[in-house]
């Protein structure tokens, strides 16, 4: 799945630098900036006029960084909750909860598209093709992006 997302608004997700809030915008060409809907701080935007014509992100369009990573684009936490119920449930159900809640997850995996997410910034990119440059998540390339500083 290389092509076009057909549909779907190219999107932009992410948190504000001023306050922590979400922000999630829809990328246009000639978008510059965002502003934050808590606090109104602006914020720069990279975004990439060819990137948006082809519908497929090569670099992060609100920080410019070129070290992207795909997952599937599904809450984390709504994806714990079913298997903790799940798992309350199996005593009771002689443990069919759990293949049900297996079948729900590959199920919800097959059909669930992919969320592209930028290393040094965190932002979220949709509506836009898979590309395959950009794998799953890398903790070396992760450990290597990281901007915070560190204590000993």
């Not at 995996?109 to 965190?122: E, K, M, N, P, Q």
Request: aromatic fraction near 8%; include cysteine; hydrophobic fraction near 40%.
């Amino acid at each position: 799945m290389t092509g076009r997302v057909p549909g779907r608004a190219m999107t932009l997700a992410y948190v504000c630098d001023g306050c922590d809030a979400p922000v999630g915008i829809r990328l246009e060409a000639g978008s510059v900036s965002a502003g934050c809907p808590s606090c109104g701080r602006a914020a720069a935007l990279a975004p990439d006029p060819a990137a948006l014509t082809a519908r497929r992100v090569d670099r992060c369009q609100r920080c410019g960084y070129d070290r992207l990573y795909v997952q599937k684009d599904f809450n984390r936490k709504i994806g714990l909750a079913v298997f903790v119920v799940a798992a309350l449930l199996s005593v009771p159900t002689w443990g069919l909860s759990l293949v049900a809640a297996t079948i729900i997850d590959f199920a919800l995996y097959s059909i669930l598209g992919d969320v592209t997410l930028c290393y040094a910034c965190g932002a979220q990119h949709r509506g836009f093709g898979k590309n395959p440059a950009h794998g799953a998540f890398d903790l070396h390339i992760a450990e290597q992006t990281d901007r915070r500083t560190r204590t000993a």
